[in-house]
């Protein structure tokens, strides 16, 4: 049964920095053609897609966030990390990791979410 | 970067209705065209593949169609649980751009 789980702070203070962590099961993040994607979900919005990372360590990142993601992954936990620079209050979502084991660029599975509030 | 355009953003139906949501892209994607559904406070599932491929589960009212930029998502015989909001999502690159979404409602 492939799970995975989103951890990470519930609030943060604007100008920090947070970490997200994406604990998987079910399948190997070393596997030919796994990827694991973040998306967030602001209050009321739509889904936003932020990053993703491949089996190879290959990264991709939304164009518009690029300079403050970062996306890594630790094959010994099974874990993929999202790291987001400076914060603010409009970085407030739900955010998701997400995988992408397939040719067809869809998101197989999903995590339940996190809900990070960016507040002083 | 594709933009994905859907459109209504909303919607109103009954039971029993048969109803249609637009997704265009800003390029063409092929046919790696995928559609979702969200319900509140749950993550996203997925419907569609491929355009047209049902994913395993899914109750064949729902059906897509469309290939290059234009696309669309057809849900026939309206049920209760199928007033949601829907997203498409482009898969033809890496970089994984969503729709802004068509919430569907119960009229």
């Known amino acids: 049964q492939i799970t995975l789980k989103e951890s990470g702070p519930t609030l943060v203070k604007p100008t920090q920095t947070l970490t997200l962590t994406c604990t998987c099961s079910?399948?190997?993040?070393?596997?030919?053609?796994?990827?694991v994607g973040w998306i967030r979900q602001s209050p009321g919005k739509a889904l936003e897609w932020l990053a993703l990372?491949?089996?190879?360590?290959?990264?991709r990142y939304s164009p518009s966030l690029k300079s403050r993601l970062s996306i890594t992954k630790d094959t010994s936990k099974n874990q993929v990390v999202l790291t987001m620079t400076t914060v603010n209050p409009v970085d407030t979502a739900t955010y998701y990791c997400?995988?992408?084991?397939?040719?067809?660029?869809?998101?197989?599975?999903w995590g339940q979410g996190t809900l990070v509030t960016v507040s002083s | 970067d594709i933009q994905m355009t859907q459109s209504p953003s909303s919607l109103s139906a009954s039971v029993g209705d048969r109803v249609t949501i637009t997704c265009r892209a800003s390029?063409?994607?092929?046919?790696?065209l995928n559609w979702y559904q969200q319900k509140p406070g749950k993550a996203p599932k997925l419907l569609i593949y491929?355009?047209?491929s049902l994913q395993s589960g899914v109750p064949s009212r729902f059906s897509g169609s469309g290939s290059g930029t234009d696309f669309t998502l057809t849900i026939s015989n309206l049920q209760p649980e199928d007033f949601a909001t829907y997203y498409c999502?482009?898969?033809?690159?890496?970089?994984?751009?969503f729709g802004q979404g068509t919430k569907l409602e119960m009229k």
């Open positions: 997400a995988l992408r084991g397939n040719s067809f660029g869809y998101f197989d599975d």
């Open positions: 079910g399948f190997s993040l070393t596997t030919r053609g796994v990827g």
């Open positions: 990372i491949y089996w190879d360590d290959e990264e």
């Open positions: 390029q063409s994607v092929a046919n790696y």
């Open positions: 491929y355009a047209s």
């Open positions: 999502q482009q898969g033809y690159n890496s970089l994984c751009t």
